[in-house]
């Protein structure tokens, strides 16, 4: 069924990416009869090659972009110099690296955002050192489409659980997974102090769902690959239907380097190296750039041409700017009797009580908080209570790894123009290409509410009897998996880099969608809202093409 | 006699080989490791291998790591030799051995050592730092493929999600 597209043909889209938006991307415009292929820098892997191998994932950059072939370089602020990234930590902006890209890897943890989040600088005017914005779109707008990837991704969950939940047209599709140890307590704290948890709701099959089997609980969800296909990531859900409608080609181990621009200031199609590193061109009569919220802003920025000297798109000059990490501040319990965290999803119990900033509070914030073992064992024993870190009394706190369990808070990182994705000056890539540098230092009301919604966690575990609780470090972050804001939408070009339908301001047949199109953060778990973007804009864009308006 | 059948099984035939330590070396380390997750009722890092764990992943995935890990033991044996008339740390008695690394726990070295013997204990047997799973059974991870609910203490008797009156 699979279509492949030759090397002189013109494709009516083509997508970069083939992670949560350029999934959902390729489906739906493929389904609305165009023609699609989609560049995917990493490779195609199947359930049977995803292992339960922490050093391999964890420490050796199994499946996500590593410090070898995709070097980075970090400062804190735009006068510093960056330094290049060093290898056995995490790379700045890290992502999946494969087919399926980070909702590959992801944790599953689909909160949808509420409808404040769309207009929180309206609700609470400006912030110093900040440019918090309205989104152009409002929760309703997007409402629809939230429902839709509950139903075609498939999210488990259980409508009407708690009075901060957004409105909804329509319950989950499966009911939520079975409740942890650490749920059941995380709900008995939270009641206890009259907050409202409910299930989490997870992009996790609980039931086997549109031809994919039920989660076996392994426990190996965050930074690993489902080899059960119960987590949905594009992979298994998406991209096979994208293909079965005979009209779309996922190329893989294609990295796509430059979108190449007529001279009336159209794309034309996209440069990238295939897996044998040859340049080839692939035509299109419009590209969505789908490439996360750093890999965008690459392209468009290695995209800059004599027409376009600044990048593509970048007239605004905001290209890779207002990058957003989400903050985090948690806190650890030890029980009584083991809860064996390590089984199953991370979270199963969520409280959004904290989820609206107060301006009473002195400082803006807002977030969730859930019930986690956090990393798998090897990560977990790095990190101890306070007091040292080895000999005798930490083999008494390993020993306790089966009773303890993370009460996680998920928080607001605020849009910053200094925070950003660039091309580094002097670092390349294996394939000759500009290395990102990225330049991040947390707002500073950023740090206040992670630490203010820390204390709430702490509330939450003594108040469910935890014999031990201890706090987990609230820091500058220094790097990131949600990778949001990068080529943020809006009315005003001077202002953002795309429009509410997605499409870039400078040009016509360019739309750009994924996590970079974010005006503001959310409170973590930003996969969500990203494919529900995604399903809003490829409706768009395909009535758009075929009204001829592209 | 214990520290002695170790340390001989660190160095000696019949172990896996070392890649990347010398014999000296490795008895040094090994002593380190000892103290970092010791053994007590339960086997520590010593048993778990985790001397091999370090020695294979300075050949490896930490290799950008074995030029300081190497400048550090030497400084870090200089060191505890300066202080203890040239003696060798692996000879020394746990307590002065506990008291010099509480001396140099701030050290880079010091970081990188812990690190290792962690990592290496509680990731997959077959990387050597995690002997016959014995980093697994310290920390109770029962490592099976998938579970089924029950999965603890505390979600046994669960009575069910009770979907809180909303009011009006």
Redesign the interface.
């Known amino acids: 069924m699979t279509r492949r597209y030759g090397d002189g043909e013109t494709v009516d889209f083509l997508v970069v990416g083939s992670g949560a938006a350029g999934g959902v991307m390729a489906r739906e415009l493929a389904r609305a009869g165009f023609g699609v292929v989609v560049l995917e820098q990493g490779p195609r892997l199947a359930p049977g090659d995803f292992e ?4 391999k994932y964890w ?2 950059y199994g499946i996500t972009n590593g410090p070898a072939d995709q070097p980075q370089s970090f400062r804190k602020a735009p006068h510093e110099a960056a330094v290049r990234a ?3 930590a995490p790379l700045p902006l890290t992502y999946a690296r494969m087919v399926g890209g980070s909702s590959t890897h992801f944790t599953g943890n689909y909160w949808r955002f509420h409808e404040v989040d769309f207009h929180e600088r309206s609700l609470l005017g400006a912030i110093p050192g900040a440019a918090l914005d309205d989104w152009p779109i409002s929760y309703a707008e997007l409402e629809p489409y939230y429902t839709k990837v509950d139903w075609e991704i498939g999210v488990s969950g ?1 409508a ?4 901060n939940e957004p409105p909804r047209s329509r319950p989950y599709p499966m009911p ?1 997974m ?4 650490s ?3 995380l ?1 008995r704290g939270a009641r206890r102090l009259g907050l ?1 948890p ?2 989490a709701p997870l992009a996790i099959a609980s039931q086997p769902y549109r031809g994919r089997p039920a989660c ?4 190996f969800c965050m930074g690993f690959g489902c080899e ?1 296909r119960a987590k949905a990531s594009t992979l298994y859900t998406m991209l096979p239907e994208a293909e079965a409608t005979g009209r779309c080609e996922v190329r893989s181990e294609s990295y796509a380097f430059r979108i190449a621009t007529s001279p009336a200031g159209r794309v034309t199609g996209v440069h990238y190296f295939d897996r044998a590193r040859r340049e080839r061109v692939q035509k299109a009569r419009a590209v969505v750039v789908c490439a996360n919220g750093a890999e965008t802003p690459r392209l468009l920025l290695m995209s800059a041409n004599a027409q376009f000297p600044d990048g593509l798109a970048n007239s605004s000059g905001l290209v890779g700017k207002h990058l957003m990490f989400n903050q985090h501040g948690g806190a650890f319990g030890v ?1 009584e ?8 999803v991370q979270a199963t119990r969520v409280i959004h009580d904290f989820y609206d900033a107060d301006p009473k509070r002195g400082f803006y914030g807002g977030g969730g908080i859930d019930a986690r073992i956090g990393p798998n ?2 990560i ?3 990190r101890g209570p306070p007091g ?5 009394a ?2 008494e706190h ?2 306790a ?2 009773r303890t369990m993370l009460a996680a808070g998920h928080t607001t990182s605020l849009p910053v123009e200094a925070n950003s994705v660039s091309l580094d000056p002097l670092l390349k890539d294996a394939w000759g290409l500009p290395a990102m540098r990225c330049t991040y230092r947390d707002h500073p009301d950023d740090l206040r509410f992670a630490e203010w919604l820390q204390d709430r966690t702490v509330e939450i575990l003594d108040a469910a009897g935890a014999l031990q609780v201890w706090r987990g470090p609230v820091e500058e972050l220094e790097f990131g998996v949600h990778l949001l804001g990068t080529c943020r939408m809006g009315a005003d070009p001077r202002r953002s880099v795309i429009d509410r339908f997605h499409r870039a301001h400078d040009v016509p047949n360019l739309f750009l969608c994924d996590g970079s199109s974010f005006v503001t953060s959310g409170r973590g778990q930003p996969t969500m809202t990203i494919q529900a973007l995604a399903f809003r804009a490829a409706e768009h864009i395909g009535a758009m093409a075929r009204r001829h308006e592209i | 006699a214990a520290h002695a059948h170790a340390a001989a099984a660190a160095t000696g035939p019949g172990a896996t080989a070392l890649e990347f330590l010398t014999p000296e070396e490795a008895r040094e380390l090994d002593a380190i490791v000892a103290q970092i997750v010791p053994t007590d009722e339960t086997p520590g890092a010593r048993e778990a291998g985790a001397v091999y764990f370090v020695d294979r992943s300075l050949r490896t995935w930490a290799a950008g790591a074995a030029g300081p890990f190497r400048d550090g033991l030497v400084e870090f044996r200089a060191g505890f030799g300066a202080a203890h008339a040239g003696a060798d740390f692996a000879a020394a008695d746990a307590a002065t051995q506990i008291a010099h690394l509480e001396s140099v726990e701030g050290t880079p070295f010091f970081g990188l050592v812990r690190t290792l013997t962690l990592v290496g204990m509680f990731v997959l047997p077959s990387y050597g730092g995690n002997r016959d799973g014995i980093g697994w059974r310290l920390i109770g991870f029962d490592d099976t493929h998938g579970y089924a609910p029950p999965f603890g203490y505390y979600d046994r008797d669960y009575p069910g999600f009770a979907v809180p009156d909303q009011g009006p």
């Open positions: 339960h191998d922490e050093l420490f050796n060093p290898a056995g259980l009407g659980a708690h009075p939520p079975p409740v942890k140890s749920g059941v307590l709900e409202h409910f299930p076996i609980h392994c426990g059960a029980f009797h083991e809860l064996n965290e390590y089984k199953s064992p090897a977990w024993t790095l040292r870190q080895w000999g005798k930490y083999k390993l020993r790894f089966p």
